[in-house]
């Protein structure tokens, strides 16, 4: 079992609709990133939290620690939205090194 | 925001060959920065650590002779694809932290290297 958890895999919606991408994790973090990866590759880091919620712009990123859980949120979907979300943490145990899940896909239809 | 820039952004070599990827910090200091490789559709695999002023830590598996990383200043890390055979085919991307933040475990990735190895 992978220690990061993503779900769903791949995630179809409709322009406008409200998006939630899901990770849980098995491990002690000290901190959690979200990143956007475009089809073209690149990778954009969208938040890093410790503890909490941030938001920016249409997106809105949560955390639970107590869970192990956190969530990307996408209100008013946009094609341009459509990527990759990778969650990743950062390990106690493992320093500076990132553990990644294994992506969410998401396309928006217009 | 903080930039990491990594050239070229795609490469198509001859087998044998070698090939360099750089990886730079545009506006902050980077005491280290961190290689990766992808498959299609898989997730980024660490390949190795890189510390400016000394030698890289390389994650198991991953052949050190065979992937060369250089961090000889603070804000430049190359890694060198030695003789190239076509399994070597893959994106490879660089992340960079900044050590002159308070929080510094931001990442900050560079565009990455699409390598095609004929």
């Known amino acids: 079992k992978n220690e990061v958890e993503q779900s769903p895999q791949n995630l179809t919606a409709q322009e406008g609709e409200f998006i939630t991408i899901n990770c849980s994790y098995s491990v002690g973090i000290s901190a959690l990133h979200w990143l956007q990866q475009h089809p073209g590759g690149g990778i954009v880091s969208l938040f890093m939290l410790s503890s909490g919620k941030k938001k920016h712009g249409r997106l809105i990123a949560t955390i639970n620690i107590q869970e192990k859980h956190s969530s990307l949120h996408i209100t008013a979907s946009h094609p341009r939205d459509s990527a990759v979300y990778i969650c990743?943490?950062?390990?106690?145990?493992?320093?500076?090194?990132?553990?990644f899940g294994t992506g969410t896909r998401l396309a928006v239809r217009p | 925001g903080a930039v990491v820039s990594q050239h070229p952004s795609r490469v198509i070599c001859k087998s044998g060959t070698s090939v360099k990827i750089e990886c730079r910090s545009l506006d902050f200091q980077a005491t280290t920065m961190f290689w990766y490789r992808q498959f299609p559709k898989q997730s980024l695999m660490l390949m190795a650590t890189?510390?400016?002023?000394?030698?890289?830590?390389?994650e198991q598996g991953v052949e050190k002779d065979k992937f060369l990383i250089n961090h000889a200043s603070l804000t430049l890390s190359t890694l060198t694809v030695t003789s190239a055979h076509p399994e070597d085919s893959s994106f490879y991307i660089c992340?960079?932290?900044?050590?002159?933040?308070?929080?510094?475990?931001?990442?900050?990735f560079g565009q990455g290297t699409r390598l095609t190895v004929v």
């Open positions: 890189s510390n400016e002023g000394s030698k890289a830590t390389y």
């Open positions: 992340s960079a932290r900044d050590i002159g933040r308070i929080m510094n475990t931001e990442a900050f």
């Open positions: 990743a943490v950062l390990k106690k145990s493992s320093g500076d090194k990132l553990t």
